[in-house]
């Protein structure tokens, strides 16, 4: 069974940044697509970031030029730059990945917090 585990999560004024991190308990290799999504009550959850296993990665409109997606194969980890956060960013992050079959997987969600 893949588990992921998001770290990074915190309170942070607008403008600030952070940076969220997702540990898989098998190697990334194994999944070919991961990234986050995020949640707010009342809201479907939607899409901020995917990257595949080539390194192509995808944003969602409302993060473009803002969050960064990367991942470290030797590490087994996805990591996401989030710079110039405002408080519509306020939601929780949840790691995803996407093995063979077409599994899916996904974290526990981190809180992020935008607020003066």
């Known amino acids: 069974q893949v588990q992921l585990v998001e770290s990074g999560g915190g309170l942070v004024q607008p403008g600030g940044s952070l940076r969220l991190s997702c540990a898989a308990s098998v190697s990334i290799l194994s999944l070919y697509v991961t990234g986050w999504y995020r949640h707010v009550p009342g809201n479907q959850r939607e899409l901020v970031a995917t990257?595949?296993?080539?390194?192509?990665?995808n944003y969602a409109d409302a993060v473009k030029g803002r969050f960064i997606i990367s991942r470290d194969n030797a590490k087994n980890t996805v990591t996401l730059q989030m710079n110039s956060l405002q408080p519509e960013d306020t939601a929780v992050y949840f790691c995803?990945?996407?093995?063979?079959?077409?599994?899916?997987?996904w974290g526990q969600g981190t809180q992020v917090t935008v607020s003066s």
């Open positions: 995803y990945g996407r093995g063979v079959a077409r599994s899916e997987y």
């Open positions: 990257i595949s296993g080539l390194g192509t990665t």
